[in-house]
């Protein structure tokens, strides 16, 4: 059960619904978005219905939730969300927009990652991403520079004024992250690691929660109510390809998971067609089908020299590549009625 808080209900407000919810042993998690809060109740459905939430003051609307995931359901929330991203100059991710978002697989050096940045900035990306933080197969891969990379994440958005996604595979590291970067990538080896989803639902930043690789959408689904549940709304969901007997690419881009999702969840979704495919030659192609099937946005790696890149080199596009996709992504968003997203004004707070 979904207990929706009106606009302007107050601290006392909610504190109320907490204490009646729990004087009759159920448990409550508040979720505080920019417009409105939420309440999920966990506990008897029937000693809810005795405690006539409805008539409390600050109270909207009380619903009964029949998918297994309750916070980031449709059935409370009919209009799909947009999640803003970077506090100087918030990007939208959500279903009005298209939002770009590029930079290196892994932070190398200072160079690679501002050379990057600004291949990303000048190809149209709003966003840069990249991992200071790797989750790599192998234990002898390249990890990932740590804080030394967030610092140079943090140059990198001061440089190019582009709010930064990164990822953090260990709630232990949850803060520092944080604290460096505007987004909190959960990757697709991390997104059954329940800790570390209830340690991002803390931290206070948006998250880019990406599909298991071997994880149906419900599970995904239910990863995101792990979030949400622990008081965060912005979540943004990425398909970013999942296992198949296809060996032809690394991963099989489940093209349909976009609108499967959005009909069920009112979260953004966007698509990260390089972790999918794994070879440049299909980002443009797999880019354009996300746009026609109304993903929210696209993610992808890009290198200044993909042939020295220390992690995933061969899906790296060059600024040859990234000319097409920024054609790609210039036309194709308003022929589905959308605006690219650094065209879409931010508002007042
Ligand atoms: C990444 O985005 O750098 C990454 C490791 O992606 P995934 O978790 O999708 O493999
Ligand atoms: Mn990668």
């Not at 995904?220 to 296809?246: H, K, P, S």
Request: proline share 6%; with cysteine; hydrophobic share 45%.
């Amino acid at each position: 059960m979904v207990v929706v808080m009106a606009p302007g209900a107050t601290e006392e407000d909610v504190a109320r619904v907490v204490a009646r919810v729990e004087e009759v042993g159920g448990e409550a998690f508040v979720s505080a978005g920019v417009v409105r809060t939420i309440i999920g109740l966990v506990g008897d459905i029937d000693s809810f219905h005795g405690l006539n939430l409805r008539a409390l003051p600050g109270v909207a609307d009380v619903h009964r939730i029949s998918d297994p995931y309750k916070l980031v359901s449709r059935q409370h929330h009919p209009e799909r969300s947009t999640v803003w991203v970077g506090t100087d100059r918030p990007v939208p991710i959500g279903p009005d927009t298209f939002t770009f978002i590029a930079g290196p697989c892994a932070v190398e050096t200072l160079d690679q990652t501002l050379e990057a940045a600004r291949m990303a900035q000048a190809a149209g990306a709003t966003l840069i991403r990249g991992g200071a933080y790797k989750p790599r197969t192998s234990p002898y891969a390249f990890q990932g520079l740590g804080v030394a990379g967030l610092e140079i994440l943090v140059e990198a958005r001061r440089q190019t004024g582009l709010p930064v996604v990164t990822e953090v595979v260990d709630a232990r590291d949850v803060e520092v992250v944080a604290e460096h970067a505007d987004m909190l990538q959960v990757g697709t080896r991390n997104m059954a690691n329940f800790g570390l989803l209830q340690a991002v639902g803390r931290a206070g930043k948006p998250v880019l929660l990406k599909r298991g690789m071997t994880a149906t959408i419900e599970e995904w689904l239910m990863a995101a109510e792990y979030i949400a549940q622990r008081g965060n709304l912005d979540v943004v969901l990425c398909e970013r390809g999942i296992r198949t007997f296809e060996p032809a690419t690394r991963n099989t881009l489940d093209i349909s998971a976009v609108p499967v999702v959005q009909a069920t969840s009112h979260l953004p979704v966007i698509i990260d067609p390089s972790h999918a495919a794994g070879r440049k030659d299909l980002i443009v192609p797999l880019s354009r089908a996300g746009i026609a099937v109304g993903a929210d946005g696209v993610i992808v790696d890009v290198h200044p020299h993909p042939e020295t890149a220390l992690v995933d080199g061969a899906q790296a596009l060059v600024d040859s590549d990234l000319r097409a996709l920024a054609q790609a992504v210039r036309q194709l968003p308003g022929m589905v009625g959308r605006v690219d997203a650094s065209q879409w004004p931010v508002p007042a707070r």
